[in-house]
């Protein structure tokens, strides 16, 4: 395991040690997923595969005419969980 300190620039920007983005290579424009831990944050070097499925599914659910209420009140149905009020 390597420790390395990066610093935040400006509008948030970080830059990665040009040994890890060699390691893992990565490339401009390249899509990292950010874990926040309470507070101890975890750079992954891909899309996780639940994203991937949630927005497969939204796209579905848009094509069929589904909006966000609907969305909602399907997976409280699912869940067992009461009506929204």
Same mark, same amino acid.
């Given at each position: ?9 400006? *509008?948030?920007?970080?830059? +990665?040690?040009?040994?890890? $983005?060699?390691?893992? &290579?990565?490339? =401009?424009?390249?899509?990292? @997923? /950010? ?16 994203? *991937?499925?949630?927005?497969? +599914?939204?796209?579905?659910? $848009?094509?069929?005419? &589904?909006d966000? =209420?609907?969305?909602?009140? @399907? /997976? ?10």
């Amino acid at each position: 395991m390597s420790v390395y300190q990066v610093q935040v620039a400006k *509008r948030g920007v970080i830059t +990665l040690p040009a040994p890890v $983005r060699r390691r893992l &290579a990565l490339q =401009e424009g390249g899509i990292l @997923t /950010l874990l926040d831990l309470d507070g101890a944050l975890i750079l992954i070097p891909r899309v996780l595969e639940t994203d *991937r499925l949630a927005d497969r +599914l939204a796209d579905q659910w $848009r094509a069929q005419g &589904a909006d966000l =209420e609907t969305m909602l009140k @399907t /997976l409280r149905e699912v869940r067992g969980e009461p009506a929204a009020g």
